[in-house]
């Protein structure tokens, strides 16, 4: 379970508002400019104008100068929109993607997503509707997409690329995001990551004696839709599996990999874990005569991994909750005291300011939609 303070969202947005200080964002931006950049404090004790822009680096080395004060957000990142929301800023939105837009539980806790123009259709980079994009004139445009991120900034539109691979670019997004939205953002995010580090530091801790042998095997398929595509080591779904204190059946690397039915069965994992999936999922699987010789379906080891504003086992914020139920589903011997229904409740409350019911919680630990 958790151990950082309770405090409400409310709470600590309240406290930590006047605390950042304009000479640490000049150390973290880098050059801020103001909107008569000649202008110099006069020796009659004229005002220096207020910075109306800065410069920062994004996760691709680019150099982008974004203003001081974001009002407005178009994402073009299904999973970032998750990241915009926990920091406080879904109400600056004013352009999603369609894949971010119709997920069942964002719909619940974050309802206006609906008066969110759709700028992005498909999945993957999916079909960007630039012109859509350049009327809404918002403030900063966030990227994953390199061929998305230049066609962006050729229309003029202030574009940073914010993709990243693993948990260290994940903590570099939640902090490039916060910077650009300002000091507010800032104090979540740092919460956010004291909650993120203190989850795996328990997970570690009670781990640590466990040599690799003996640590459980898992397969984690990407989703319910085909069961022969897995994700394989070097990604950030065999990242949160070390973390959990598992070790990843397959031996490639890579995302979404194609394996055989003999390569499953030589994987033999002691846990399956299908990404996005559900109940229906998990049982057509067990089910499936191809999976019966498969040690984790002989267990009754196969789960559905949750999903709440976004996927937790992908590129979420929500990977500080992926790494608590992980380390319980492999190991619930060894973590039968954490209570994953106060701690999705905690983080809705915290980073969402969304009172879920523990009947909700329940249903997003099971994989289910939202009644």
């Not at 020796?43 to 220096?48: F, I, L, N, V």
């Not at 790494?323 to 589903?329: F, I, M, S």
Request: glycine share 10%; with cysteine.
């Amino acid at each position: 379970m958790a151990r950082y303070d309770e405090i409400s969202r409310r709470q600590f947005v309240k406290i930590g508002s006047g605390v950042a200080a304009a000479g640490v964002f000049a150390g973290l931006f880098g050059c801020a400019k103001g909107s008569d950049s000649g202008s110099e404090g006069s020796s009659d004790g004229a005002a220096t104008p207020e910075a109306t822009t800065t410069t920062i680096t994004d996760l691709k080395g680019d150099q982008v100068e974004v203003p001081t004060k974001i009002n407005t957000i178009a994402d073009l990142w299904h999973a970032h929109n998750q990241v915009v929301l926990m920091l406080g800023a879904g109400d600056k939105l004013v352009g999603t993607t369609e894949n971010f837009k119709k997920g069942a539980w964002v719909q619940v806790v974050y309802p206006r997503i609906n008066d969110v123009e759709t700028l992005v259709t498909g999945s993957g980079a999916g079909e960007v509707n630039y012109e859509e994009a350049l009327s809404l004139q918002p403030d900063v445009v966030f990227t994953s997409d390199e061929e998305v991120t230049a066609n962006a900034r050729k229309q003029g539109l202030t574009t940073v690329n914010v993709m990243f691979q693993d948990y260290e670019g994940l903590r570099n997004d939640v902090a490039l995001t916060a910077q650009i939205l300002g000091s507010e953002a800032q104090d979540i995010a740092k919460e956010w990551e004291r909650m993120l580090d203190e989850n795996i530091d328990l997970v570690a801790k009670r781990m640590k004696d466990v040599a690799d042998a003996d640590k459980t095997k898992v397969l984690h398929i990407v989703n319910g839709k085909d069961y022969k595509m897995v994700d394989g080591r070097g990604t950030i779904v065999d990242e949160w599996i070390k973390l959990a204190g598992g070790v990843n059946a397959i031996e490639q690397n890579g995302n979404r990999i194609e394996i055989t039915e003999e390569e499953i069965i030589g994987a033999n994992p002691d846990v399956i874990i299908i990404g996005s999936g559900t109940p229906d999922q998990v049982e057509a699987l067990k089910a499936d005569s191809a999976w019966t010789g498969v040690k984790a379906v002989q267990d009754g080891a196969v789960y559905a991994n949750p999903s709440g504003v976004f996927p937790w086992d992908r590129y979420s914020g929500e990977e500080a909750l992926q790494v608590l139920w992980a380390a319980k589903a492999l190991n619930p011997d060894t973590f039968s005291d954490i209570d994953m229904v106060k701690e999705i409740k905690k983080f809705h409350d915290l980073f969402y300011g969304f009172d879920m019911t523990d009947d909700q919680a329940q249903m997003m630990l099971a994989g289910e939609k939202p009644a």
